[in-house]
T-cell receptor, first 112, second 112 residues
Framework: GDSVTQMEGPVTLSEEAFLTINCTYTATGYPSLFWYVQYPGEGLQLLLK?????DKGSNKGFEATYRKETTSFHLEKGSVQVSDSAVYFC???????????FGKGTMLLVSP | DVKVTQSSRYLVKRTGEKVFLECVQD?????MFWYRQDPGLGLRLIYFSYDVKMKEKGDIPEGYSVSREKKERFSLILESASTNQTSMYLC???????????FGSGTRLTVV
């Protein structure tokens, strides 16, 4: 079946450091890929998405590129802020199916 | 922006009680979902619905039921609450199959 694997956290960084959170997937079809962010005590918010190979999703300084050859969708940010501290979820959706498959989430902690 | 509203942020219920969790979306979305989120387990799909009066079991439907009498409202029912149903419950909706979700803020349920 479809699955998403994320690096385990927590990822601990200092402010202005470079961030990478790895995400790889397996899927039977041609998935769309998503990153969601969950701030403490809140629901998940869509951060960015990509719908086909080589697409780059971007939002709020975060980027991720859909790499079909490596089945990956790694999240990156050049300079993190304390306010980026949250849990990040990678997810996929196979065309024609309504449900998303989520990774287990990666907690990011950014210190001043 | 689409808004998904969950009726309660925090609930405390007693073992054996029948519990209703309500979710309303305001953007005419076809698809609605209920997940539970637990530490170390990520998000697990309980039930989903892609039309009024339609429902589909997710990965962990045991102990739960759902109701979708109107397009905008999707209710999760715990028939007889148990302590192992203590969790964060997240409702979501989506416009079409394969598109991303919009989440509510979540309901943290404690069963004592």
């Amino acid at each position: 079946g479809d699955s998403v694997t994320q690096m385990e956290g927590p990822v601990t960084l200092s402010e202005e450091a470079f961030l990478t959170i790895n995400c790889t997937y397996t899927a039977t079809g041609y998935p769309s890929l998503f990153w969601y962010v969950q701030y403490p005590g809140e629901g998940l918010q869509l951060l960015l998405k990509a719908t086909k190979a080589d697409d780059k999703g971007s939002n709020k300084g975060f980027e991720a590129t859909y790499r079909k050859e490596t089945t990956s969708f790694h999240l990156e940010k050049g300079s993190v802020q304390v306010s980026d501290s949250a849990v990040y979820f990678c997810a996929l959706s196979v065309t024609g199916y309504s449900t998303l498959t989520f990774g287990k989430g990666t907690m990011l902690l950014v210190s001043p | 922006d689409v808004k998904v509203t969950q009726s309660s942020r925090y609930l405390v219920k007693r073992t054996g009680e029948k519990v209703f969790l309500e979710c309303v979306q305001d953007m005419d979305h076809e698809n609605m979902f209920w997940y539970r989120q637990d530490p170390g387990l990520g998000l697990r799909l309980i039930y989903f619905s892609y039309d009024v009066k339609m429902k589909e079991k997710g990965d962990i439907p045991e102990g739960y039921s759902v109701s979708r009498e109107k397009k905008e409202r999707f209710s999760l029912i715990l028939e007889s609450a148990s302590t192992n149903q203590t969790s964060m419950y997240l409702c979501a909706s989506s416009f079409e199959r394969g598109s991303g979700y919009t989440f509510g803020s979540g309901t943290r349920l404690t069963v004592v």
